[in-house]
């Protein structure tokens, strides 16, 4: 069963949040919020800004990307605080279940997404092998990254033996999207010495 214009509103009205760490968040957000809620512009810009459309198995392996050694269970919905029981605040990148019944394009992943969630997934990485990197390596850390905070990032890199790291507040959580050439050409740089 689908839910209620008002429920299907109130829901997506929740993901708006999925804009804001992108460089041009703030004036889409801006954009959208002009609209009337119940609008068909308003769900449509919406459901458009999670792109599940375009990617629909970036929302079923989403949560899986963090598991380490463990099994997602959906946390993003399972460990929300109470405190965000009101659908007026965000809750930014996340993925929930009843996604996969109200966005048309994420509906026929349901099952695989739900399999997803309850597979136990093994460790990431090992972190002793990664502390012993002989591979040079670079990588990018988003200064203002609302969804990555700075300090794990820059903990997770001091661990990486010979791992050379861009610290820089240019880009939003978006900088591939955004400026991918010139990243890379830079973090290309950085391994080459």
């Known amino acids: 069963m689908l839910p ?5 509103t109130s829901r997506r009205f929740r ?12 004036e889409r957000l801006h954009s959208m919020l002009e609209l009337p809620t119940a609008s068909p512009g308003f769900l449509h810009d919406v ?4 792109d599940f459309a ?12 963090y598991a380490d050694g463990s099994v997602t269970a959906w946390s993003a ?6 405190e965000f029981a009101d659908v007026e605040l965000f809750t930014g990148e996340h993925v929930y279940p009843w ?31 990664l502390a012993e990197n002989e591979v ?17 990032s820059e903990e997770t890199a001091g661990r990486v033996r010979t791992l050379r790291r861009w610290l820089t507040d240019e880009y ?22």
Do not use: K
């Open 47 to 50: 459901t458009d800004g999670t």
């Open 99 to 129: 996604m996969f019944g109200d966005y048309a394009a994420l509906r026929p992943f349901r099952e695989a997404a739900e399999l997803v969630a309850q597979h136990p997934w093994p460790s990431l990485y090992d972190a002793d092998r």
């Open 172 to 193: 939003e959580h978006d900088g591939l999207r955004a400026d991918g050439a010139r990243i890379l050409d830079r973090l290309i740089e950085l391994v080459r010495g």
């Open 77 to 82: 919905e399972r460990t929300l605080p109470g």
């Open 136 to 152: 040079p390596v670079a990588a990018i850390v988003y200064a203002n990254d609302m969804y990555v905070p700075r300090d794990l």
């Open 4 to 8: 209620t214009g008002e429920q299907l």
């Open 54 to 65: 375009r990617n629909p198995l970036y929302a079923a392996v989403h949560e899986s990307c």
């Open 15 to 26: 993901q708006l949040g999925n804009v804001l760490g992108m460089s041009d968040g703030a």
